[in-house]
T-cell receptor, first 111, second 113 residues
Framework: GQQLNQSPQSMFIQEGEDVSMNCTSS?????WLWYKQDPGEGPVLLIA?????ELTSNGRLTAQFGITRKDSFLNISASIPSDVGIYFC???????????FGKGTRLSVIA | NAGVTQTPKFQVLKTGQSMTLQCAQD?????MSWYRQDPGMGLRLIHY???????DQGEVPNGYNVSRSTTEDFPLRLLSAAPSQTSVYFC????????????FGQGTRLTVV
């Protein structure tokens, strides 16, 4: 079964607030990815992380690869209505294994 | 550049019918995979392929078949549809050995009645 625990499951925030979500595992992953899914669409890659401790930004989004390689975090600053959607973390243990996905965090932004 | 194209976008099947979900990519990616998405379950891997002629099972392979005769195409076959296969199906592709940075199609919403 799935081995990534993503939290929180859902969030309701006010426009302009910052958002934090995380993904944890009991085993080590060598790559962490964060995706966003809009309603009726496929997931779209936001950020890819390849080194433990790595901190990477994409506009208002910042993600970190945990130093233990068992977790990753995604922060969204100054949320806007178009941030609404489901955010998925995904991990890959090594170069010859498929991606494993978390169950997603559903974000709702109240204007 | 079309990326990953899935057809059809919507499908209704009767229990016991068979059908094939099509997936094509034009990025010359070696690695392709099929996921199903159910409410509260995230994305679960059905089958994947590391290259033409090579396929392997994922987390939930029962009731599905795949083949990979070309780099571009990776069809998913439902042999005898069941209501439990009602779901949204996503095809994804990624490049090279690391298989990261998967690109997804827009999905096929399947209902089995």
């Amino acid at each position: 079964g799935q081995q990534l625990n993503q939290s929180p499951q859902s969030m309701f925030i006010q426009e302009g607030e910052d958002v934090s979500m995380n993904c944890t595992s009991s085993s080590i992953f060598n790559t962490w990815l964060w995706y966003k899914q809009d309603p009726g669409e496929g997931p779209v890659l936001l950020i890819a992380l390849y080194k433990a401790g790595e901190l990477t930004s994409n506009g208002r989004l910042t993600a970190q690869f945990g130093i233990t390689r068992k977790d990753s975090f995604l922060n969204i600053s100054a949320s806007i209505p178009s941030d609404v959607g489901i955010y998925f973390c995904a991990g890959q243990r090594s170069g010859n294994t498929p991606l494993v996905f978390g169950k997603g965090t559903r974000l709702s932004v109240i204007a | 550049n079309a990326g990953v194209t899935q057809t059809p976008k919507f499908q209704v099947l009767k229990t016991g019918q068979s059908m094939t979900l099509q997936c094509a990519q034009d990025m010359n990616h070696e690695y392709m995979s099929w996921y199903r998405q159910d409410p509260g379950m995230g994305l679960r891997l059905i089958h994947y392929s590391v290259g033409a002629g090579i396929t392997d099972q994922g987390e939930v392979p029962n009731g599905y078949n795949v083949s990979r005769s070309t780099t571009e195409d990776f069809p998913l076959r439902l042999l005898s549809a069941a209501p439990s296969q009602t779901s949204v199906y996503f095809c994804a592709s990624s490049r090279g050995v690391r298989r990261t940075e998967a690109f997804f199609g827009q999905g096929t919403r399947l209902t089995v009645v």
